[in-house]
């Protein structure tokens, strides 16, 4: 019998699109236990992030920040960073919900490194 493969819809139980695993060289894990994770995030500039996603809420704090494109997994833009006028001066902090696949691509000149912190019990 043939295990069911979950839809796109059931994103948060697909190990495999997990950040960690879909993107290892993006992303870092600093910190692990039943209530957070906390992630290191470095994006240098020009490379692209393969499709992966969050499943949990989190803190984001800002080391440096550059211009991004975050897309669906069929390639459609969702975010452009440089159409949103708050991303032009970012806070240092800031709150993102759970991020289904994406991808996401550093359009600018500088390196994106963000420190997430995962809540994961909510």
């Not at 950040?19 to 910190?31: G, R, S």
């Not at 550059?66 to 669906?72: A, K, S």
């Not at 800031?94 to 994106?112: A, D, K, R, Y």
Request: charged residues 25%; proline residues 8%; hydrophobic residues 40%.
């Amino acid at each position: 019998m043939d295990t069911p493969v979950p839809s796109m819809q059931d994103w948060q139980s697909i190990d495999s699109l997990d950040a960690l695993i879909a993107a290892p060289n993006h992303h870092k894990l600093l910190f692990e236990n039943e209530r957070v994770r906390v992630l290191y995030t470095s994006i240098p500039a020009g490379d692209k992030v393969p499709v992966h996603t969050h499943r949990w809420p989190s803190v984001l704090y800002v080391k440096s920040w550059g211009e991004f494109v975050r897309c669906d997994e069929n390639g459609k833009v969702l975010l452009d960073s440089r159409t949103v006028e708050a991303f032009k001066t970012p806070s240092e902090v800031l709150w993102s919900q759970p991020l289904p696949p994406h991808t996401l691509e550093n359009v600018g000149s500088t390196s994106i490194d963000i420190i997430a912190v995962e809540l994961k019990d909510n």
